[in-house]
C-alpha cells in the first residue's frame, strides 16, 4: 500500500538570473513499511525535499499525498494538525524542550491533541529505547545520543504515517550514530513504521531498505537494497 505519492515536485528560490531550483520535478512513491534512506551532496536538494514532506514548507509546484490526504490542498491551520498527527520528525538536534522531562517530552504530541496516552504502548518505547532509568531527567542532564533517543520516542508516540527523521546522527559519534540506526531499524521492523531518513553518511543509508540519491534537485538513482 503507497502511505506517500511525491508527484512532479518543485521548489524554486529567487527570479530570472537568481533562480535556483532547489527541487527539479522529483516523482516517487514508498510503500507502508519501508525504509528510505535518501542521500546527497550538501546543497542537493534533500533537506529541502524532507522540509516539504513534512509539511514544513511549500513547494513551488507539485503535489504530496500521505496516506492518501493531499497535504498541500489543507489550509495552514489543518496543515499544524496534519504534522502532529501524521508526520513524526526526528532532527538533528533533536528540539527537546528543555523544561520537559523524557517522559513528558515524549508524550507531548498526544497530550496537545488532548488524547489519552496508550501506557503500554510508551512502557514499551522507553524500553526499547533504553530510558527506563532517565524518565525523570531533564535534556540537559542526558547525553546526546539519550537525546535522539528521546525524540524517537516522541515520533513514535502517535504512530504516524511516516517518520522523517533529518540527519539524525549528524551531532553524534559513530558508536551513537549506529545505535540509533539500529533504533529507527527495530522501529521500522516491529512496529512496520515507514521511515524516510536524510543522512549524508552512505555506509549509514545502507542499514536502510532502498537509497534514493539527489543531485542538483533532481533523482539521480533509487535502488532496494
Do not use: W
Amino acid at each position: 500500500m503507497k502511505i506517500l505519492e511525491v508527484k512532479n515536485l518543485c521548489k524554486n528560490y529567487g527570479k530570472g538570473n537568481t533562480l535556483v531550483k532547489a527541487l527539479d520535478n522529483v516523482s516517487f512513491e514508498v510503500e507502508a513499511g519501508e525504509f528510505v534512506a535518501i542521500v546527497g551532496a550538501s546543497g542537493s536538494g534533500k533537506s529541502t525535499l524532507l522540509h516539504i514532506l513534512g509539511a514544513v514548507d511549500r513547494p513551488t509546484s507539485g503535489k504530496v499525498y500521505v496516506g492518501g490526504i493531499d497535504v498541500f490542498h489543507q489550509k495552514d491551520d489543518d496543515l499544524a494538525v496534519f504534522r502532529r498527527k501524521k508526520v513524526g520528525l526526528i532532527y538533528q538536534f533533536y528540539n527537546l524542550l528543555p523544561i520537559l522531562n523524557v517522559y513528558e517530552n515524549i508524550t507531548l504530541p498526544v497530550r496537545l491533541d488532548g488524547k489519552k496516552i496508550d501506557k503500554k504502548y510508551l512502557e514499551e518505547l522507553i524500553d526499547i529505547l533504553g530510558l527506563k532509568a532517565r524518565v525523570n531527567h531533564l535534556p540537559n542532564e542526558l547525553s546526546g545520543g539519550q537525546q535522539q533517543r528521546v525524540s524517537i520516542g516522541r515520533a513514535l508516540i502517535t504512530h504516524p504515517d511516516i517518520i522523517l527523521a533529518d540527519e539524525p546522527t549528524g551531532n553524534l559519534d559513530s558508536k551513537a550514530s549506529l545505535e540509533i540506526i539500529n533504533l529507527l531499524k527495530e522501529a521500522n521492523q516491529k512496529y512496520n513504521q515507514t521511515i524516510i531518513m536524510i543522512t549524508h553518511d552512505e555506509e549509514l543509508a545502507k542499514k536502510a531498505k532502498r537509497i534514493i540519491t539527489i543531485n542538483d534537485g533532481k533523482i539521480v538513482d533509487d535502488k532496494r537494497l
